[in-house]
């Protein structure tokens, strides 16, 4: 008998069954498509953990409790803590000036600072920021090592489509906008991602090019592979990448490493994310229900510290910061 | 006092509602500058949640739909088309951009768009430049208010060319005008209203600024700083100092 229902085994349902499991609490988690994919946004996020730049437009609560993501990942899957680069084209120095006045935890690259970071792009950009203390993981590997996490204790995802209503006991909601009609307030950002592959361009840290109209972050990941992403549309419709955010994010990677133009497209992709208006993530607790959601573009960033402090009020009915009765 | 289609506006505030890091933002930005007119693209933000839409409507201000993003009169047109439909509105702010870089507007192209939209029933609020051939040319195509531009999009470089605003102002002083992209600074506004146009419209310099509340307040009350002086009788420049207590008859020491 399980001590309490999870639903949604996105990155939010699955730190939410790893944090109770933590706490000797006995989960079960049942998604309506099984274990982690294509379906849920997680799957197409960038894995970045950077709680530093992410506050050049984050309220403070982003920063402080995504500063911890780094350390409580560590548990689960393997991070890479290599900093972030922030470049800028050369015309637009007045957004880098911008962005270090509104962010912490960095300090200024000159090129030769920037060869030394990231040879490959050495030459290419004049002037930059560095932030150190800043990590990035694998998303599907960070998923899949989460899932298997869970396995090896013997929960297994179970695929089923339910909501609270359909479920006894204690429960956490972690559907995502499978949860709007319940969740006021909560609504769909789109975000949308391209892969490319090159062999000619190795980068070891998130690359963030800051532009007026067209910003981009670049995450390698192995193998060659380098995600691209960025753009945040405010809209409710789902489906497939459109073509002038293909054409906007190629054209600022051509910007940015002009081999990148010769670089494979292996795959492109387009999700919401649910957000609520202050786009800070939380824990609603209606009853026996906690509604954890909102997690915007900080999926991997917030997800662990709001899935503790879920199972810690689960399990102690202390209330975190993040948790707000209904 | 110049109206906008028959309709007066509480405050010479118009504010877009791109760029700002959140809905929350958005929403205390437009409370604390009292804005009276709220802009949206329909290209851009015609799928939003119900929830983004929540919010504007809350707002409680008149909605102007724009055509933000078209690059071509039909495409403006089209675009038109839908948000009169979408927003239960006949006021457009009719954007024809010529040019990709400088987001500069295609004089063409909106002259053409906006004779269409005009003879369609449409309350066309054209963005356009401070050419007064064009502003006379859309005048006759049935625009009531022009926009003519401070400065590029988004550049916030403030009025750039003074003397061309001031002669538009001039020639056409029954029609209501909004300086509307370009705007950087609280100070730009109200140079803007003391030249005796009747409201001002940005987004960048508000929804990027480090507090945008506080930006947009700032704002605010530059705008209505200068409109106030543009109804009380500025003083003209002279070359001449003008001492401001007579000099004859003071004991000399």
Known sequence: MADVTIIGAGVAGLWAAYACLKRGLRPRIIDRAGTPGPHGCSWWAGGMLAADCEGAICEPQVITHGRNATALWQEVTRVTSRGTLVLAPSRDGVELDRFAARTCGHTGCDSAKITALEPDLGGLHRRGLFFAQEAHLNPRQALSDLTQKLLSSGILVETGTVTPDDIEGPVIDCRGMAAERDLSGLRGVRGEMVVLRSDEIVLTRPIRLLHPRHPLYVVPREGGLFMLGATQIETASRGPIRARSVLELLSTAYALDPRFAEAEVIEMGADLRPAFCDHVPRVIRRGRVLYLNGLFRHGFLMAPTLAEQAAECLLTGKTGDLIHEN | ?253
């Open chain 2, 1 to 253: 006092m110049r109206d906008f289609y028959g309709v007066t506006l509480a405050t010479p505030m118009m504010l877009g509602t791109a760029r700002y890091p959140s809905p929350a933002v958005m929403e205390k930005a437009f409370r604390e500058s009292g804005a009276s007119v709220v802009t949206v693209s329909l290209r851009r933000e015609r799928g939003a949640g119900q929830a983004f839409w929540d919010i504007v409507r809350g707002l409680g201000i008149h909605l102007l739909p724009n055509t933000a993003g078209c690059h071509s009169a039909r495409e403006a047109i089209t675009t038109a088309q839908m948000a009169r439909e979408y927003f239960q509105t006949d006021w457009i702010k009719l954007e024809v951009i010529g040019h990709a870089d400088s987001l500069q507007p295609d004089p063409f192209g909106l002259l053409e768009a906006a004779e269409v939209l005009c003879a369609d029933g449409f309350k066309v609020f054209p963005y356009t430049t401070e050419d007064q051939v064009l502003a006379a040319k859309l005048i006759d195509a049935g625009c009531r208010v022009l926009m003519p531009w401070g400065a590029p999009i988004g550049s916030g470089m403030g009025l750039n060319n003074i003397h061309g605003l001031r002669s538009l102002r001039a020639a056409f002083p029954d029609v209501a005008m909004v300086i509307d992209a370009g705007l950087g600074l609280p100070s730009h506004a109200a140079q803007a209203m003391e030249l005796g146009f009747d409201a001002i419209l940005l987004n960048t310099a508000v929804a990027e600024a480090g507090d945008p509340a506080e930006m947009a307040r700032a704002f605010a009350l530059a705008a209505q700083a200068g409109a106030l002086a543009a109804v009380s009788g500025p003083m003209g420049q002279r070359d001449m100092a003008v001492p401001s207590t007579p000099v004859i008859g003071k004991a000399w020491l």
